[in-house]
């Protein structure tokens, strides 16, 4: 091969090491089993894996940092286990990519289940690995032993995943790959694990590098959608709900209810599937919901409810209420079979992904025109939206966050209060991360606070260029607050507005209204903007309505790195929580 010489020297230049290393096919450059799961995810689109490193996972980490030089999958460190996990699901959702998070053996796996547990809640196709001590040291009590004979971890996740498998020989590495992958994306989705011993991460590779299957499969049961469709074209005034993020995809329900000319409503964790913006959207019904979106479901006018892509779980039908969400009215549809077992007195029930069923439906309905009447979002207390008062109410921070922060922001609402806050009041206009639903997202039944921290950081990754806020709570953030590091050392535009009030609040306002001792729910003074402030990042101490007025979000949205807003709200405000409340209280009684 010709190449020029060097005119200083008359030397032939000599191609620097990590270019060569860039330029070698990924199926050359492995060297064991670890570096052909890498390739292999590589190949199969997955950009990068979350994880904490450690001794059981050394080979995995050696062969991230071979994939790195040679423009691979990378390798970002978080600070806990379950911060990773939260990374790794929120990539998926900003993405549609794999999510691949990653711990060694023993206590790493454990601070991975709750994560674990989090995406199959929520239906992401996550991809857990997880160390494990050498095979031929099984049953001797090795360091951090988490096999069968010590604390099992393949048992642990067997609950939480849709496949689960401890891979006990290199040739086992590709057909099992392949397996977890494909059953991560087919429905049910969710969360996949594997066990991976050292020597067999650390053992030559077997197979040539394919490339995983992952992508979305849609589906629906053709004769449920045909009864579907004439329901909707008999019922005088139908209504939609989002219940779920898999509504969220291709704008399926949006699209639906422009056709059908018939209000849009979604649930807390269904904001995401809802731009607020859109013409249709009546509010939010459940837990946080709007006075407009309730008084729909009990109209008597409406004849036929089409509850998508979720479970009819507690927050989302109203603790239960069977006024609003049972009876022969309601259809409900949902790609995962397991949900049908809390609407058993639906009238149809609807075996479907929503974006498949949608689509089908738009060519069997015909459209309609002014067949609906125009329904507004009614908030339960618009006149605090107005309030500027110091402490801030949370109120007035909502619709402020919604009205200043830049159009593209990404919104995450941590479990809490700042859950219920945002759901009802921040009404943000816009496209979630892939261009359809809403720019709002929330974790909702399982609901563990602090994912959202983390979450705003695989967020931030897999939307690159769109500013993320993450809005959490006092409480949550002492629990996962170092997540906020990863961002710093990504260099990541993601605002963390800290609701702090010096409590958890959830846990105060529900002793409260269930008529409980008030205790257990103070926090330390603690000063989160000279938190900031130490990471070398901007920590600014909102305690007036001019202070935030004052913030320019836009300036904060373009640098390179995050931002930390440290606002005291009002502890005495009550979050619109009444429905657990409710509850709570029939639990007691």
């Known amino acids: 091969m010709h190449r020029e010489r060097d005119a200083t020297c008359g030397k032939m230049p000599v191609m620097d090491d990590r270019a060569r290393r860039r330029e070698e096919p990924l199926e050359r450059a492995a060297q064991t089993g670890a570096d052909w799961l890498v390739a292999a995810l590589g190949a199969a689109g997955v950009e990068y894996l979350f994880g904490v490193p450690g001794g059981a996972v050394e080979p995995l980490v050696d062969a991230l940092a071979r994939a790195e030089r040679r423009g691979g999958p990378r390798l970002v460190v978080a600070r806990h286990e379950s911060g990773a996990a939260w990374m790794a699901e929120s990539y998926y959702q900003a993405t549609g990519r794999l999510g691949v998070c990653f711990a060694t053996t023993g206590p790493g796996a454990t601070n991975l289940a709750t994560g674990a547990a989090s995406a199959a809640a929520n239906g992401s196709p996550l991809l857990v690995l997880t160390g494990q001590t050498p095979l031929p040291t099984f049953g001797r009590t090795a360091f951090q032993e988490s096999s069968c004979t010590g604390i099992d971890v393949v048992a642990l996740f067997a609950p939480l995943t849709r496949y689960n498998s401890l891979v006990s020989h290199p040739a086992q590495l590709p057909w099992k790959l392949a397996a977890a992958v494909r059953r991560a994306f087919h429905h049910p989705r969710g969360p996949v694990h594997l066990s991976l011993p050292f020597?067999?991460?650390?053992?030559?590779?077997?197979?040539?590098?394919?490339?995983?299957?992952?992508?979305?499969?849609?589906?629906?049961?053709?004769?449920?959608?045909?009864?579907?469709?004439?329901?909707?074209?008999?019922?005088?005034?139908?209504?939609?709900?989002?219940?779920?993020?898999?509504?969220?995809?291709?704008?399926?329900?949006?699209?639906?209810?422009?056709?059908?000319?018939?209000?849009?409503?979604?649930?807390?964790?269904?904001?995401?599937?809802?731009?607020?913006?859109?013409?249709?959207?009546?509010?939010?019904?459940?837990?946080?919901?709007?006075?407009?979106?309730?008084?729909?479901?009990?109209?008597?006018?409406?004849?036929?409810?089409?509850?998508?892509?979720?479970?009819?779980?507690?927050?989302?039908?109203?603790?239960?209420?069977?006024?609003?969400?049972?009876?022969?009215?309601?259809?409900?549809?949902?790609?995962?079979?397991?949900?049908?077992?809390?609407?058993?007195?639906?009238?149809?029930?609807?075996?479907?992904?929503?974006?498949?069923?949608?689509?089908?439906?738009?060519?069997?309905?015909?459209?309609?025109?002014?067949?609906?009447?125009?329904?507004?979002?009614?908030?339960?207390?618009?006149?605090?939206?107005?309030a500027r008062t110091s402490p801030l109410r949370p109120e007035w921070l909502m619709a402020e966050l919604a009205r200043r922060c830049p159009p593209d922001s990404l919104f995450l609402a941590d479990a809490g209060n700042a859950l219920a806050w945002a759901t009802h009041y921040l009404l943000a206009p816009g496209k979630g991360p892939r261009g359809t639903g809403g720019s709002l997202r929330a974790l909702l039944d399982f609901a563990a606070m602090g994912w959202a921290i983390g979450g705003a950081v695989g967020t931030a990754l897999g939307a690159r260029g769109r500013p993320?806020?993450?809005?959490?709570?006092?409480?949550?953030?002492?629990?996962?607050?170092?997540?906020?590091?990863?961002?710093?050392?990504?260099?990541?535009?993601?605002?963390?507005?800290?609701?702090?009030?010096?409590?958890?609040?959830?846990?105060?306002?529900?002793?409260?209204?269930?008529?409980?001792?008030?205790?257990?729910?103070?926090?330390?003074?603690?000063?989160?903007?000279?938190?900031?402030?130490?990471?070398?990042?901007?920590?600014?101490?909102?305690?007036?309505?001019?202070?935030?007025?004052?913030?320019?979000?836009?300036?904060?949205?373009?640098?390179?790195?995050?931002?930390?807003?440290?606002?005291?709200?009002?502890?005495?405000?009550?979050?619109?929580?009444?429905?657990?409340?409710?509850?709570?209280?029939?639990?007691?009684?």
Not at 227 to 238: D, E, G, K, S
Not at 335 to 352: I, K, N, R
Not at 542 to 547: S, Y
Not at 561 to 577: E, S, W
């Open 199 to 386: 020597d067999v991460l650390a053992a030559p590779p077997v197979e040539p590098v394919p490339a995983p299957p992952g992508s979305a499969v849609h589906f629906f049961d053709g004769e449920a959608v045909r009864q579907l469709a004439v329901r909707l074209a008999a019922a005088r005034r139908p209504v939609l709900v989002a219940g779920g993020p898999w509504a969220a995809e291709e704008d399926a329900l949006a699209k639906l209810a422009e056709h059908l000319d018939a209000p849009l409503l979604a649930t807390a964790a269904g904001r995401c599937a809802v731009d607020a913006a859109h013409p249709r959207f009546a509010g939010v019904v459940g837990f946080a919901g709007h006075p407009s979106a309730r008084r729909l479901l009990v109209d008597p006018e409406v004849d036929a409810v089409l509850f998508a892509g979720g479970p009819l779980s507690e927050w989302a039908a109203d603790g239960w209420d069977e006024r609003l969400l049972a009876g022969p009215r309601l259809i409900h549809l949902s790609p995962d079979p397991e949900h049908f077992s809390a609407s058993p007195t639906a009238g149809l029930q609807v075996l479907g992904t929503p974006a498949a069923v949608c689509a089908e439906l738009l060519g069997l309905l015909p459209r309609r025109r002014g067949a609906a009447r125009a329904d507004r979002v009614e908030m339960a207390d618009p006149a605090a939206m107005a």
């Open 468 to 589: 993320v806020v993450c809005l959490t709570g006092d409480g949550a953030f002492l629990m996962s607050g170092q997540e906020i590091t990863v961002a710093v050392q990504e260099r990541l535009p993601v605002l963390f507005v800290i609701l702090h009030d010096g409590a958890l609040g959830m846990v105060r306002h529900g002793q409260r209204l269930t008529g409980a001792e008030s205790h257990g729910w103070a926090l330390p003074e603690v000063d989160f903007a000279a938190w900031g402030e130490a990471l070398g990042i901007p920590g600014l101490r909102i305690r007036a309505p001019e202070d935030l007025e004052a913030v320019d979000f836009a300036a904060l949205a373009r640098r390179p790195g995050p931002a930390l807003l440290d606002v005291r709200v009002d502890p005495l405000a009550c979050p619109p929580m009444e429905m657990r409340g409710r509850t709570l209280r029939r639990a007691r009684a």
